[in-house]
């Protein structure tokens, strides 16, 4: 199963963009990179996902590079709320999702 | 609206006792999965089942065990729970393998093993 590779934390100012990266070079043709959040006390929360093409959904967008090594989670205009834990995620065949350690999102007023 | 449910958030055994955890999800979900969370170590999947009566190892079996005799129920056992076995337990579920459908999880439970 590929594994994923985050930066620990990041800070983002209220109403700006907050752009969290993810390396994950070693994933396969067929897997599919997840994007979920948790914030504290609950259960992990679906954001987005992809296989190839960039995404976009009303959460947040989902770049992922040609080669399919890395991607960038977009969140066009982050509000205090979206102070969380954002995990990057490759998907196996299997269904199930390898975690990462995830990026504490930090939005500062 | 979508649901899994987990019997307890909060939970407090002691050494040595026999615990079961209980996640139920009303999507008819074949593929049914165990984490457990730790600060500093992530999500780490212990057991997950894809179907009726079938089960696969996660990362961390060791001291666990699953049963899963109806489709919509995953139990985790802890036959004799231990004081590193203290930590935040996530039920998900999914739609089929190779799907590229969202897992959805419950709301975890905090056990504490004294």
């Known amino acids: 199963d590929a594994k994923t590779t985050q930066p620990p934390s990041m800070d983002c100012a209220e109403g700006r963009a907050a752009n969290l990266p993810c390396n994950h070079s070693t994933i396969s043709g067929n897997e599919y990179v997840y994007w979920y959040r948790q914030i504290h006390s609950q259960g992990p929360q679906y954001i987005i996902h992809?296989?190839?093409n960039n995404e976009t959904n009303e959460m947040a967008s989902l770049i992922i590079t040609e080669d399919r090594k890395s991607s960038t989670l977009i969140l066009p205009h982050a509000t205090l709320r979206d102070t969380a834990v954002y995990y990057c995620?490759?998907?196996?065949?299997?269904?199930?999702?390898?975690f990462g350690q995830g990026t504490t999102l930090q939005v500062k007023p | 609206d979508v649901k899994v449910t987990q019997s307890s958030r909060y939970l407090v055994k002691r050494t040595g006792e026999k615990v079961f955890l209980e996640c139920v999800q009303d999507?008819?979900?074949?593929?049914m999965f165990w984490y457990r969370q730790d600060p500093g170590l992530g999500l780490r999947l212990i057991y997950f089942s894809y179907d009726v009566k079938m089960k696969e190892k996660g990362d961390i079996p060791e001291g666990y065990s699953v049963s899963r005799e109806k489709k919509e129920r995953f139990s985790l056992i802890l036959e004799s729970a231990s004081t590193n076995q203290t930590s935040m337990y996530l039920c998900?579920?999914?739609?089929?393998?190779?799907?590229?459908?969202?897992?959805?999880f419950g709301p975890g439970t905090r056990l504490t093993v004294l």
């Open positions: 999507m008819d979900h074949e593929n």
């Open positions: 995620i490759v998907k196996s065949n299997t269904g199930k999702l390898i």
């Open positions: 992809g296989l190839k």
């Open positions: 998900a579920s999914i739609q089929g393998s190779g799907s590229s459908r969202e897992q959805f």
